[in-house]
Structure formats: structure tokens, C-alpha cells
């Protein structure tokens, strides 16, 4: 039996150190981001205060489910792919960029739900 020496690696240069700082830095503040996310949607149900009687409260829990839902697999998402960059040595801070974009999207479109209950 033969075992092939696999090539060293190189070590990480300063800029691939800065990247893996950042990218950690920046999920940080994705999951802040998810956390003031789940606290303004405590606020949804604010818009039944309207209805006098029956309401239809389906884009209420659309809402929920956008805002709450999509946003921790927003942040799951970021953590994997950025995982998985770091590890190939690929750039990643971009990655929670993105998923921060995303999540401010998903509370403008839960919002947007919410208000429309009537």
C-alpha cells in the first residue's frame, strides 16, 4: 500500500487574513442584523389594531414567515457558504454583505405584508 503526500499548503497570506477577520466580523453583524429583524416583526400584529371584527390576518402570518423564516435562512446560509470559501481559501467577506442586503429586504417585503392587513 502506497500513500500519495498530498502538497503543503502555503501559509495564509495577510490579506487572507484580513478576509477571514472580516467575513467573521460581518456575520457577527448579520445575526445582529436577524436579531433587530425578529424584534421589529414582534410589531406586526400591531396591524390587526385596525380590524373591528373579522380580519384577514393571512399576510400577517406571510409576514412572520418572511421576516422571521427567511431571515435566519438568510444568516444559516451565509455562515455555510462562508465557511466553505474561507476553507477553499476563496475572498468571503462579501458573502454577509449580500445576506445583509437580503435581510433588510425581507423586513422591507414583512413589513409591506403587515400593513396590508384589513
Do not use: K
Amino acid at each position: 500500500m502506497t500513500f500519495t503526500q498530498q502538497p503543503a499548503r502555503p501559509p495564509r497570506t495577510t490579506n487572507q487574513t484580513v478576509d477571514i477577520v472580516m467575513t467573521v466580523v460581518l456575520l457577527v453583524v448579520q445575526g445582529l442584523a436577524f436579531m433587530v429583524s425578529v424584534y421589529i416583526s414582534l410589531f406586526f400584529g400591531m396591524a390587526t389594531d385596525s380590524c373591528s371584527g373579522e380580519c384577514d390576518t393571512a399576510p400577517l402570518d406571510a409576514a412572520f414567515l418572511i421576516t422571521d423564516g427567511g431571515g435566519l435562512l438568510t444568516l444559516a446560509l451565509a455562515i455555510i457558504v462562508s465557511i466553505v470559501l474561507l476553507v477553499r481559501r476563496h475572498l468571503a467577506f462579501w458573502v454577509p454583505l449580500v445576506g445583509i442586503a437580503i435581510q433588510i429586504g425581507l423586513v422591507i417585503a414583512g413589513l409591506y405584508l403587515a400593513s396590508s392587513v384589513g
